[in-house]
């Protein structure tokens, strides 16, 4: 029997315009499973990137709660999530959900070094939405012993950087690093005494930096499910957003790296 | 073996400013970021030092790492918020 058409049926579904970009794998994409740590600004564009792009199972790891002055840069956060100091995981998770085609995004409200390993092992790729370097390290050495290729996206005013890892092979998020990135780390920890503060700076932040970055990092994971790492970016990506220009380093591996020598 | 200083330029990637500076081989990469950094009263933060493409180990010698008189090096904020 011969096959029935009919006018603008191609727009009853939802996925008709991505499945004509040839080589994304719609279901490597429906079926992997990603580990998007930290839900802050960043956390909530690359959230929204990836339900539309029909990711179905996500697992945000976060602790923090909303606040106001996360309304500027952060869309689905609400004012009522602010006043009622909603957990950051779980407002990302409930906003993920109602745009995703079949939502199955869960929220962990407490820090990734709290979190089982399993929630590595389990991923298909790990996403870093993170605010600081003590938690960067500990994702990438985790994403790295598990075998999981790590995207890490970083920001502050209009300048941007994006790491990709992809082990066995290559440099990680901690081989770039150097003692400007270990003294932040010791200022978030300072002891006085027998009190441990936590430094939290205030960092500027603007929504187009972040939403140039989280469409690099999630366009990054749609490749990589889709087999062609061969389209993938190699090593860390620069952008200068007040003058738009990108540009992509090389960040050899360190032999000296700790997460190298273990 | 007695080496002798050199010149190296660096670059402020958010400005496009550069200053020259004065070294020994034995100076790392990390004494570079921190000059720099102080020279342009830059906020404590995250910064790397490029060479062409190549992002420098902090940790390195600039004799190791390939720097030479004259090479133009580039501070570059790497950013960290969320």
């Known amino acids: ?262 | 073996m007695v080496l002798l200083p050199f010149r190296i330029k660096v670059k402020n990637a958010e400005t496009g400013a550069t200053v020259e500076m004065e070294l020994e081989q034995n100076n790392t990469v990390d004494e570079v970021i921190e000059s720099a950094a102080t020279f342009w009263n830059k906020e404590m933060g995250t910064y790397v030092v490029r060479k062409g493409k190549k992002v420098l180990r902090g940790t390195q010698a600039l004799s190791d790492a390939g720097v030479r008189e004259d090479d133009m090096l580039e501070l570059v904020p790497d950013p960290e918020g969320g």
Request: net charge negative; glycine share 8%.
């Open chain 1, 1 to 262: 029997m011969e096959e029935i058409i009919r006018p603008a049926e191609v727009d009853v579904d939802r996925f008709d315009r991505p499945r004509r970009v040839g080589w994304l794998d719609l279901d490597a994409v429906f079926r992997a499973k990603l580990l998007m740590v930290g839900a802050g600004a960043l956390g909530n564009e690359v959230g929204k990137n990836l339900v539309l792009s029909g990711f179905r199972d996500i697992t945000i790891v976060d602790m923090d709660r909303v606040a106001m002055s996360n309304l500027s840069r952060c869309m689905f956060f609400e004012k009522g999530d602010a006043e009622g100091s909603i957990l950051k995981a779980e407002a990302l998770r409930d906003g993920m959900n109602s745009l995703a085609d079949k939502g199955a995004v869960k929220a962990v409200a407490c820090s990734i070094e709290e979190c089982s390993t399993d929630l590595f092992e389990k991923s298909t790729a790990v996403l870093g939405c993170l605010d600081n370097i003590i938690a960067r390290m500990y994702t990438n050495a985790q994403s790295y012993h598990a075998g999981k290729p790590y995207i890490d996206g970083g920001m502050e005013g209009f300048a941007g950087r994006v790491m990709i890892v992809r082990p066995p092979g290559g440099a990680c998020l901690q081989c770039g690093m150097n003692r400007s990135h270990a003294k932040m780390a010791n200022l978030r920890f300072s002891c006085t005494g027998s009190e441990t503060t936590l430094y939290e700076p205030r960092l500027a932040s603007e929504i187009t930096t972040t939403s140039l970055l989280a469409s690099v990092m999630v366009r990054e994971i749609i490749k990589h499910v889709s087999g062609r790492n061969d389209l993938m970016l190699s090593n860390a990506f620069f952008y200068d957003g007040r003058t738009n220009r990108a540009e992509e380093f090389e960040v050899p591996l360190n032999p000296e790296c700790p997460v190298h020598l273990q």
